[in-house]
């Protein structure tokens, strides 16, 4: 790997956060075109070797070093924070796929238990809430988009979340279920 790809690598890894390309053409002294031809050829190379980490192009031009997704059932709990039970990411996905939902209206559908979804999404701030009335009106932030590689428009992101996070909650059901039977 030469210099500049190797930079890049160190920067993406040790950010913890979507890098902007113009950030990383800044960091190496490149123009941005040039940046992105290395950033794909990093991609490819962390592609080919079949590890764990895999290098994301994000909408607005923004690069991130993440997991893999279809690894995080099996490493989840040692992700600082913790793992989102499968029950609150099935509130995460309702909230995502009904965006604006009114916190009211989730209650009703998915029960009482909502309210301690709601607080640990706030917290992991996956979702944001805005006052309206004696309820509040939910929607997902851009750190969601973000975290599970989804744009960050609402249409778009509703269209890949129906393929994508299915794959992810039948692998977190999976996990959860293995785990119940070991104990039992």
Do not use: W
């Not at 190797?6 to 960091?27: K, N, Q």
């Not at 950033?39 to 080919?48: K, R, S, V």
């Not at 009904?98 to 706030?122: F, N, W």
């Not at 750190?143 to 428009?153: H, V």
């Amino acid at each position: 790997m030469d210099e500049d790809m190797v930079t890049l690598e160190a920067a993406l890894y040790v950010s913890g956060r979507a890098l902007t390309l113009e950030e990383l053409s800044d960091l190496i002294g490149k123009s941005q075109s040039s940046t992105q031809k290395i950033l794909d050829n990093l991609g490819f190379e962390y592609n080919q070797r079949e590890g764990a980490l895999e290098v994301v192009a994000l909408p607005r031009d923004r690069y991130a070093m993440q997991l893999k997704p279809e690894l995080t059932p099996r490493v989840g709990k040692l992700i600082p924070g913790g793992l989102l039970s499968f029950a609150t990411l099935q509130t995460l996905v309702f909230i995502a796929l009904k965006q604006p939902i009114m916190q009211s209206e989730l209650v009703a559908q998915r029960g009482t238990h909502c309210y301690d979804h709601v607080k640990e999404l706030i917290e992991k701030k996956f979702i944001d809430t805005v006052p309206e009335g004696r309820s509040k009106l939910l929607t997902t932030t851009p750190l969601f988009a973000d975290y599970f590689g989804l744009d960050s428009d609402r249409v778009k992101l509703k269209a890949q979340l129906k393929f994508k996070m299915k794959k992810i909650l039948d692998d977190q059901r999976e996990s959860e279920e293995s785990i119940a039977q070991e104990v039992l």
